[in-house]
């Protein structure tokens, strides 16, 4: 089974600035895949990174990564140099290595970006 | 290359009445998963479909069903409708759905409001 908990149901940051939304996440399952999707308010989900739990290495996409910590099950997503597109629902999920096409999100983060 | 399209994209249904939802994915793409989303609930994983086949299944009553195509559009039902299951249900394309080096694909969604 698996659980994925988002702390902060809102946040919010300037435009420039840098944010972390914060995820925790519990799992069985020893080989597991954690991800970050944003949903603007057109509701078309979109992938933002993806991390594979067997690598110690945080990923990183242009102004986004992460910070996997997997001891903790912690896996925090910071955006840096923050702009007006990046206001959106962010869902942090995660998949294990044998389920199929399940993905199991968080209840997610409203971001807000001000000018 | 087109996104994953579905249809309809909004849909209103009175209790008691059956509805079915249409996904057509990106070409190529062999998986298809839904997913109900509701503010109480969050995001929840319905089922997936790979090849006409059902290979992972959420924990929705039978009430909910899908179905996969040969052209791998697929359809998913849902009977005798109860108040609750209005929701945005989203669908998901992947060339696999061995989400450890996939990637889902999400659709618009179609919103379903049950008077």
């Known amino acids: 089974a698996q659980t994925v908990t988002q702390s902060q149901p809102e946040m919010s940051v300037q435009e420039a600035e840098t944010v972390t939304l914060s995820c925790t996440y519990d799992?069985?399952?020893?080989?597991?895949?954690l991800f970050w999707y944003k949903q603007p308010p057109s509701r078309q989900m979109i992938l933002v990174i993806r991390?594979?739990?067997?690598?110690?290495q945080n990923a990183t996409e242009n102004r986004f990564s992460v910070n996997f910590q997997k001891a903790a099950k912690s896996f925090s997503l910071k955006i840096s140099d923050s702009q007006l597109g990046d206001a959106a629902m962010y869902f942090c999920?995660?998949?294990?290595?044998?389920?199929?096409?399940?993905?199991?999100f968080g209840q997610g983060t409203i971001l807000t970006v001000h000018p | 290359k087109a996104g994953v399209t579905q249809t309809p994209r909004y849909l209103i249904k009175t209790r008691g009445q059956q509805v079915t939802l249409s996904c057509s994915p990106i070409?190529?793409?062999?998986?298809v998963s839904w997913y109900q989303q509701t503010p109480g609930q969050g995001l929840q994983f319905l089922f997936e479909?790979?090849?006409?086949?059902?290979?992972n299944k959420g924990n929705f009553p039978g009430r909910f069903s899908g179905r996969q195509f040969s052209n791998s559009r697929s359809e998913m039902n849902v009977s005798t409708l109860e108040l609750g299951d209005s929701a945005l249900y989203l669908c998901?394309?992947?060339?696999?759905?061995?989400?450890?080096?996939?990637?889902?694909?999400f659709g618009p969604g179609t919103r379903l409001t049950v008077l």
């Open positions: 991390q594979e739990a067997y690598k110690q």
């Open positions: 070409s190529g793409h062999r998986s």
């Open positions: 479909y790979f090849s006409e086949t059902q290979r």
């Open positions: 999920a995660t998949a294990g290595g044998t389920s199929y096409g399940k993905l199991t």
């Open positions: 998901a394309s992947s060339f696999t759905a061995r989400l450890a080096a996939d990637t889902q694909y």
């Open positions: 799992t069985s399952e020893s080989d597991y895949y």
